[in-house]
């Protein structure tokens, strides 16, 4: 059990999301694949929200310098330009010492290719309904290429 902040600096117990199916995205606003990736999410969510799947988005500036708006910025822009309509969280640290609580389980659970650091903006990893890490996905991966209804028990 993972409490987070929200983008309004509340915090939110990730319990409430027991029993659902989760895609956790550390994501950019000025990243190269910031496009790509917003606008299949975008796409995803609607496509699978009513079946119990959720996109947890932790907006984060470790990569680039690629986040440097506050939240509030951040949150109009996905809204505004993308249409996200999935919660979009506190900044976060998924890397490093003062990485999130939540981005350490994650790791932890599936590494990477390159081992367990985070290497870039847009890394996915989804969480089943009992709240294990199921898979993970590189930057790149397209979001409407993940297999979503397969996470389920």
Do not use: H, M
Request: charged letters at 25%; glycine letters at 8%; proline letters at 5%.
């Amino acid at each position: 059990d993972f409490t987070v902040k929200d983008a309004s600096g509340k915090d939110v117990d990730l319990s409430v999301y027991k029993g659902k199916v989760l895609l956790i995205v550390n994501v950019a606003s000025q990243c190269g694949l910031t496009n790509s990736n917003y606008t299949e999410l975008s796409q995803l969510y609607p496509k699978y929200k009513d079946q119990g799947f959720e996109i947890l988005a932790f907006p984060c500036n470790q990569f680039g310098g690629q986040e440097p708006g506050t939240n509030d910025e951040i949150v109009q822009f996905a809204c505004t330009r993308f249409k996200a309509e999935y919660p979009i969280f506190d900044k976060v640290d998924v890397n490093g010492n003062n990485v999130s609580p939540l981005y350490k389980f994650l790791k932890s659970s599936k590494g990477g290719l390159f081992g367990d650091s985070i290497k870039w903006n847009f890394s996915k990893f989804l969480v089943d309904k009992e709240g294990r890490v199921v898979d993970r996905y590189a930057p790149t991966t397209s979001p409407l290429s993940i297999e979503v209804t397969n996470s389920a028990p």
